[in-house]
């Protein structure tokens, strides 16, 4: 059980790294629309972040990215450094 959760928590970890890597990607500003900014708007701001969408393709990366992670641990490929245990 502790190693499943173990699991989720790096998914996490990399779910909210990739989001982030994916998150400029599509997204088009105010100044580039060439749209007029509302009060206390900001010009930086994007017109239609898609949010939805860049959550799902988040989970596919991720997905993609701790398999590899995973194989490379379990299989070994990379050696790592004996880290002693208590």
Request: proline share 8%; hydrophobic share 50%; glycine share 6%.
């Amino acid at each position: 059980m502790k190693l499943l959760i173990n699991a989720f928590f790096v998914y996490m970890i990399v779910w909210w790294t990739v989001l982030f890597a994916v998150l400029p990607f599509g997204s088009k500003t105010y100044a580039e629309a060439g749209l007029e900014v509302t009060d206390g708007g900001d010009p930086g701001a994007p017109v239609d972040p898609q949010l939805l969408k860049k959550a799902w393709r988040t989970t596919w990366i991720s997905a993609i990215v701790y398999a590899i992670g995973y194989a490379i641990f379990y299989f070994r490929l990379i050696p790592l450094p004996d880290i002693p245990t208590q």
